[in-house]
Nanobody
């Protein structure tokens, strides 16, 4: 399995941006797909990767981090093997490297998919910068 995120970009505060992730290979039993992000480090401080959103492949259930709920929308196309993240009302705190990821089966409860540890395939990351 390989993942490839579309190019991110720079956007002004309040603006929208869409990220896409295409995956190929033996998709096998994928239970869920997700987006995570890592903000730029502040000096020597380590910045952990944080959850953004996830979507299950069986029924399309979605879950969002509190910081993006109502502004971001995750969607997937099982036939095309793509995962999208539509971001709106972006603010500078959304500046980060964004990663898409796949979680293998079996299917767990939805909140599980906001935890990076259940994902075993990751994209290379794409940069999103929000600045005026």
């Amino acid at each position: 399995l390989q993942l490839a995120e579309s190019a991110g970009g720079s956007v002004q505060p309040g603006g929208p941006l869409k990220l896409s992730c295409a995956f190929c290979g033996d998709v096998g039993e994928i239970a869920a797909m997700g987006w995570f992000r890592r903000a730029p480090p502040q000096g020597q401080e380590y910045v952990a990767r944080e959850e953004v959103a996830a979507i299950t492949t069986d029924d399309g259930s979605t879950i969002y981090a509190n910081s993006v709920r109502g502004r971001f929308t995750i969607s997937r196309d099982n036939a095309k093997n793509t995962l999208d993240l539509l971001m709106s009302d972006l603010n500078p705190e959304d500046t980060a490297t964004y990663y898409c990821a796949l979680a293998p089966g079996p299917r767990f409860g939805l909140p599980t998919y906001l935890h990076s540890t259940v994902y075993n395939v990751w994209g290379q990351g794409t940069q999103v910068t929000v600045a005026s």
